[in-house]
């Protein structure tokens, strides 16, 4: 059986129903329908805006939801995918260069974060296409870079940190984190300034 539960904004009022298969490895994330009928039979589930896949090393795969008639007569509601190695590219180059396994808490928890917070955050889903377009440049940009352990241990700090926000309840917290360590990468790759005011081939 299925489970469904409540996506919910910073103030605490539901924007999107979440339902994960009964095995896990699968769910459907709806816009919450707040409709008199909806309340009336119980049934929140509105228009579905995502199919994720839920892998067993602790990635997922998320893709738009495809409602078409095809995709309803073969049961594969994958559409358009969203991204690639979970999403989470500049956590998962810092894992692995801290030497954890792709199921880490850093991953499992930031994985989640995005999923159940900024992906329904209004301007979320924005900034999460902007971060799958840039980080992948960003991570190319560090592993190029000669301060690359410099660069990677101090953003792995900062991820830790928001981390440690988010298992306090302090999501806005981590997001804030989150947005200006983005920002603060953006720039580096854009100007070829590291992290700290160090530039490229200074002492």
Known sequence: MSKQSNVEDEDGNPTHVREVSDD????TLYEYDSSFVAN??????????????HNKDGTTDAYEYDGSF????????????????GGCFLTTACVRFAGLPDDCLELTVLR???????????G???LLEEYYATAPK?????????????ILATTFEVIQAAVADIQANEQESAMRRYVTLFSSLKSMLRDGILISGISEGTA
């Open 40 to 53: 009336l039979v119980g049934d929140h589930r509105g228009k579905p805006v995502e199919w994720a896949d």
């Open 24 to 27: 896990g490895s699968s769910s």
């Open 138 to 150: 960003i991570v190319s940009f560090i592993e190029a870079s000669s301060r690359r352990h410099q």
């Open 124 to 126: 979320g889903r924005e």
């Open 70 to 85: 095809v995709a309803n007569l073969v049961g594969d509601h994958r559409g358009e995918k969203k991204n690639d190695d």
């Open 112 to 122: 989640q974060f995005r999923d159940d917070f900024v992906a329904v955050k209004k």
